[in-house]
């Protein structure tokens, strides 16, 4: 729903937000993985209970997959394997996310909470294969409300 709302005019707000991105040719795929990374520790933090920490990494790691994107577009470096590794990536993180919840509701013993951690990891996987599944078949997809920035 936000992509399909705000999606065109990300590129230029990003552009005007950091400048300093497109001054010189940078990596998008590592930008990807720098995410990536950023991400993980967040659901380390999540399932030692650090959820202020790991909230502002999942945002600091939500940063760099919205960039990679514009930085490719921007230098004209967009590859196939950039668009698989962003989406493979992606997925991982959204696993790891709420597995670092379940973590931490299960070490406390919290059953609903962990419950709920689980639902989310399961129905998350399944709104992804679903979509990815449908682009293969279906030649329109509109975006609808649990998108990726949705679901972070």
């Known amino acids: 729903m936000l992509k399909e709302k705000f999606g065109h005019r990300i590129d230029h707000w990003i552009r005007v937000a950091l400048p300093f991105l497109f001054k010189r040719p940078l990596n998008p795929n590592l930008l990807t993985v720098t995410g990536a990374l950023v991400s993980l ?18 945002l600091a790691g939500g940063a760099f997959d919205l960039v ?15 668009a698989f590794l962003d989406s493979t ?7 790891a996310l709420l597995l670092g ?9 919290e059953s609903v909470p ?14 992804s294969y679903a979509k990815a599944r449908a682009e ?11 998108e990726r920035g949705e679901r972070l």
Do not use: N, W
Not at 139 to 145: E, F, R
């Open 41 to 58: 520790l967040a659901a380390i933090g999540l399932a030692k209970g650090h959820f202020l920490a790991g909230g502002i990494l999942i």
């Open 68 to 82: 990679d994107g514009v930085v490719a577009r921007h230098f004209g470096t967009s590859t196939s394997f950039g």
């Open 89 to 95: 990536l992606d997925r991982f993180v959204d696993m």
């Open 101 to 109: 919840l379940v973590v931490f509701y299960g070490a406390q013993d």
């Open 114 to 127: 962990q419950l709920l951690a689980e639902v989310a990891l399961v129905c998350s996987i399944m709104t």
């Open 136 to 146: 293969v078949t279906i030649s329109h997809l509109p975006g609808g409300m649990l």
